[in-house]
């Protein structure tokens, strides 16, 4: 499995919206917010690397371009930028986005955490008048965020009656936090269970069924949280998630132990190389190049202590698996090369909990939410609406 998951992707050559292509006459310059200089880093220049100029996205205007090629190491900055290309989102043509169920409630805010970090949060309601029957919140994987693809697919699972919930980890999306930086990832998972605790104990939604979704690296997210919450939900429900390394590409002890010296000294140095996965993690060639538009999505060279970080916390949970008592329900591509179904897998066979479901889908890429052909996403997404069903009714 690649730790670095940062995929970038080249720019579209055809049309992926509605209509005709997107331009500065049909997205007029007063829509979006002025460019404001972004606070600047002092990085050593010896071991820190800048982030990469991104190549220009086709189909919108040199105003936009500008914007999306600022750098995003700071929360501010990574703000005005998903604000200036909401309307652009929300026309590619992508079936989470054409197809999205009308009349959900949104809802968006900031909620400060223990550490003073100011955490974006966002829901998706039932139109009104609709009963909820649980509530599923969600952790995104790395380098990710909920306001992107998720908005598709909050919509879809909350026009079947449940209330969505969703944060950006410290460091992602439109939280604070140094972009793409993890000290350490136990503060990664107790962050979630500040929030969604929270969340839960809201009065409208005491005495419902609370599940957790975990996508990738937000799927060993959700596996501590468990771990530390045995009893905290009524579900996991877990995509391609990242809870095991193969042996055959996990680093040696020696230079694990080397790393881990080096992310004590250079913690936010970006020294790990950085690799294409488009190709692996998008199975449909169009929705492959629509993800270039989620651009605030952490591309750059992965930090050294993130790395580290994640190293270790496959190990830790590898080592729990036993421990699963959750009722539990796996979803991978049977062609992921991002993280091995084998993983899933082995996690299928150990966890103790007696209600536990894994499918693997022929054919499917690491991203069977976003990436395959519009048919194999309802299908996974019928999926877990039934499985969330079943356990609601039970």
């Known amino acids: ?104 409630r949104t809802e968006e805010w900031y909620e400060r955490n223990s550490k003073g970090l100011q955490i974006f949060c966002k829901s998706w309601m039932p139109e009104s008048g609709v009963p909820i029957k649980g509530v599923l919140c969600f952790c995104h994987g790395y380098g990710d965020t909920c306001t992107f693809f998720f908005e598709g697919i909050a919509k879809r699972i909350a026009a079947s009656g449940y209330g969505i919930y969703a944060l950006d980890h410290p460091g992602f999306g439109l939280s604070d936090g140094l972009h793409g930086y993890i000290p350490s990832f136990d503060q990664l998972v107790d962050n979630v269970i500040e929030n969604y605790t929270k969340i839960k104990g809201r ?110 916390v496959t190990s830790e949970i590898e080592k729990q698996v036993e421990k699963v008592s959750s009722p539990l329900l796996i979803l991978h591509g049977a062609a992921d090369k991002v993280t091995d179904p084998l993983v899933s897998q082995f996690l299928y066979e150990k966890a103790s909990t007696k209600d536990k479901t894994l499918k693997l889908y022929d054919d499917g890429y690491h991203c069977i939410l976003e990436g395959e052909p519009d048919d194999r996403i309802f299908t996974v997404l019928n999926d877990i609406v039934s499985w969330l069903d079943s356990r609601v009714s039970s």
Request: with cysteine; aromatic share 8%.
């Open 1 to 104: 499995m690649d730790l670095s998951l940062t995929l970038r992707f080249r720019s579209p050559e055809l049309s992926l919206f509605h209509g005709k292509p997107i331009s500065p006459f049909s997205f007029p310059r007063k829509q979006y917010q002025p460019i404001f200089p972004c606070p600047k880093t002092n990085p050593k220049p010896h071991f820190s690397v800048t982030a990469k100029q991104r190549s220009p996205i086709e189909g919108i205007s040199k105003d936009l371009n500008a914007i999306a090629s600022q750098n995003l190491d700071f929360a501010s900055c990574r703000r005005r930028v998903r604000s200036a290309f909401v309307e652009v989102q929300q026309e590619l043509d992508h079936c989470l986005f054409k197809m999205a169920p009308t009349g959900i």
């Open 203 to 312: 009065p409208e939604l005491r005495g419902l069924p609370h599940f957790l979704l975990g996508q990738s690296m937000g799927g060993a997210v959700a596996l501590k949280v468990h771990l530390k919450e045995p009893l905290g939900w009524d579900g996991v429900i877990l995509v391609a998630p990242m809870c095991k390394i193969a042996e055959e590409v996990k680093p040696p002890s020696p230079v694990l132990k080397v790393l881990t010296l080096m992310s004590n000294v250079l913690p936010k140095a970006k020294l790990f190389p950085q690799k294409d996965l488009a190709e692996l993690a998008f199975r449909d060639f169009r929705k492959r190049k629509m993800a270039v538009y989620n651009v605030i999505c952490y591309k750059d060279q992965t930090r050294l202590k993130t790395a580290v970080e994640l190293l270790k």
